[in-house]
């Protein structure tokens, strides 16, 4: 969306963030609501996709992540794949709202209790300064407003500057995060459950190495929140 798309958004009466027709309650209209890629049919441990309904794909019954589950209910692909890198390359605040809110409607209806808190994937500082904002945080922000939840974004650092995961094949995305983050705080100062939230997933390779950090200081139970799962496309 452009600029005087933005404004025009702005300005009353409600009109769809896509295609400014109105729109009543959110922030699509339905027929823009219709054509996003999800909610997905996907394993509820890794979030690749799946032919029907099932706790677990057949690697993840063999080969599980680290983490606990995943939450993941859009493909990357139009729009949201546009959404997210209007977020995160041109620091679109508008989108990442709606994005939150896509994330929010399946944490709503879940059954069982939601983490204690919400931990947002951390950008190298520099990396940070350079794009003036982490697109995690605005994520994870609005979720912690919306599911009434603590956001602890002084827990856990990237303190290691290495090329952005987008630029990487699988492989050098394993070996670009092992070890690249750890704690900012003591052991048994976390929560037991928390969940860590992103943009997208691709490979898993971040997660993975945030949530092994996560639960060599104890956190007993790692969620992933993330709007859109990849297949080979950008992402973490």
């Known amino acids: ?44 441990r890794c979030g690749r996709p799946l032919a029907r309904p099932a706790p677990a794909c057949g690697t993840c019954l063999s080969r599980p ?14 729009p949201v794949d546009q959404l997210i890198q209007a977020l995160k390359f041109n620091a679109d605040l508008v989108a990442g709202g709606l994005l939150a809110s896509l994330l929010v409607e399946p944490l709503v209806d879940r059954n069982g209790p939601l983490p204690q808190a919400i931990l947002p994937i951390p950008l190298h500082p520099r990396r940070q300064r350079s794009r003036g904002f982490n697109q995690s945080s605005e994520i994870a922000r609005h979720l912690g407003k919306a599911l009434c939840l603590p956001v602890l974004e002084d827990c856990l650092e990237r303190w290691r500057h290495d090329p952005p995961q987008s ?35 691709t490979t898993g390779s971040t997660v993975d190495a945030a949530t092994r950090v996560l639960k060599s200081a104890g956190v007993r139970r790692v969620e992933v929140w993330a709007v859109a799962r990849a297949m080979g496309a950008p992402g973490t």
């Open 65 to 78: 992540p680290p983490y606990d589950s995943l939450c993941c209910p859009m493909e990357y692909r139009f």
């Open 167 to 201: 630029s990487l094949t699988a492989l050098q995305r394993r070996r670009n995060v092992n070890g690249a983050y750890r704690l900012r705080t003591r052991k048994g100062r976390l929560p037991e459950s928390v969940a860590l939230v992103d943009d997208v997933v």
């Open 1 to 44: 969306m452009g600029l005087a798309g933005l404004l025009a958004w702005l300005q009353g009466p409600p009109r769809c963030y896509l295609c400014l027709g109105r729109c009543g309650k959110g922030m699509l209209c339905p027929v823009c609501r219709d054509s996003l890629p999800g909610p997905r049919v996907a394993c509820q």
